[in-house]
Nanobody, 124 residues
Framework: QVQLVESGGALVQAGGSLRLSCAAS????????LGWFRQAPGKEREFVAIINGSGGSTAYKDSVKGRFTISRDNAANTAYLQMNRVKPEDTAVYYCAADSTTSWGIRESDYHYWGQGTQVTVSS
């Protein structure tokens, strides 16, 4: 079992940068698939980025490709989402999710463990 705590959300101007962190408790962190999702006001939660246990494979939502980078430090039990050139449409609550039984997945149902979320607001 793992517990996830996100941090790093803030108010940022369009074009700026932000780094979100996801700190995980528990053992065998490198066996967990990690994903970042987001939920904007009035919208459903959506996939943003995914990284496998070793950090060797990643994937992104089309609208964030080239701007966002997902990474992880298994020694520190932490995952990151570096957000560059942010846009007002990136405004949302960002969630970190993890699962040890799914090898790869971008659906909410692929993940058993979720953090509480961190708010990102991008002003124009």
């Amino acid at each position: 079992q793992v517990q996830l705590v996100e941090s790093g959300g803030a108010l940022v101007q369009a074009g700026g940068s932000l780094r979100l962190s996801c700190a995980a408790s528990g053992r065998l962190f490198d066996r967990y698939l990690l994903g970042w999702f987001r939920q904007a006001p009035g919208k459903e939660r959506e996939f943003v980025a995914i990284i496998n246990g070793s950090g060797g494979s990643t994937a992104y939502k089309d609208s964030v490709k080239g701007r966002f980078t997902i990474s992880r430090d298994n020694a520190a039990n932490t995952a990151y989402l570096q957000m560059n050139r942010v846009k007002p449409e990136d405004t949302a609550v960002y969630y970190c999710a993890a699962d040890s039984t799914t090898s790869w997945g971008i659906r909410e149902s692929d993940y058993h463990y979720w953090g509480q979320g961190t708010q990102v607001t991008v002003s124009s």
